[in-house]
C-alpha cells in the first residue's frame, strides 16, 4: 500500500479547503475525515504489523530532555477506546483463510478505520491507533496544557 506523503497530502488538504470556498461546507466535511484516513490506514497496517511481531517499543521518551521510562505492557487501542488485541471486529479478521499475516494487518487497519469514521473519526486528532508510548504522550501535553491553565487561574 502506498503511502501518500508530503507535498502531496498538503496539496490535498489545499484542494479541500479551496473546495470548501466554493461549496457548503457541511456538504463536503467528509473530505477531510477521507484524507486523515488515507493517512492513517498505512500507518495502522504498521502498527499491527509490530503489535504482531512483538515490536512495539518497550520505553517511551517524551522529548530528549526527559528520562526514558519502560513500558511493560505496550500495545494498540484505538481512538474510540478499545484495546486492538481484544476488538471482536478485529479478532474476527485472525483467522482469515488464504490470507498472508500482511495482508490480515491491511484488513484490520481498513476495518478499525472504517469503524473510527463511522463513529465521527478522530476527535482529539491524536491518531486512529495509539500505542502505550503515544498515550503517554498525549496524556504528559494535556497534563501540561491544564497546568498552564490553572496557573492563569490562580
Known sequence: MKEIKYPA????????NKHGDTTNRDEMRFMYE????????????????LEREGKLSG????????????????????????????CPHLKALDGTARSEPEDIDQMKAWTCAAHI????????????????????????????LAAGLADENT
Request: aromatic share 6%; with cysteine; hydrophobic share 35%.
Open 117 to 144: 469514521v463511522s463513529e465521527g473519526g478522530d476527535m482529539a486528532n491524536e491518531g486512529y491507533l495509539l500505542t502505550v508510548s503515544d498515550r503517554m504522550f498525549w496524556d504528559n501535553v494535556h497534563e501540561s
Open 34 to 49: 477521507a484524507k486523515a484516513m488515507g493517512l492513517e490506514v498505512p500507518r495502522m497496517a504498521r502498527l499491527f504489523k
Open 9 to 16: 497530502d498538503h496539496e490535498w488538504h489545499v484542494s479541500i
Open 59 to 86: 520505553t517511551h521518551q517524551q522529548c530528549s530532555h526527559s528520562k526514558p521510562e519502560q513500558i511493560p505492557d505496550n500495545h494498540l487501542s484505538c481512538c474510540l477506546g478499545a484495546k486492538c488485541a481484544e
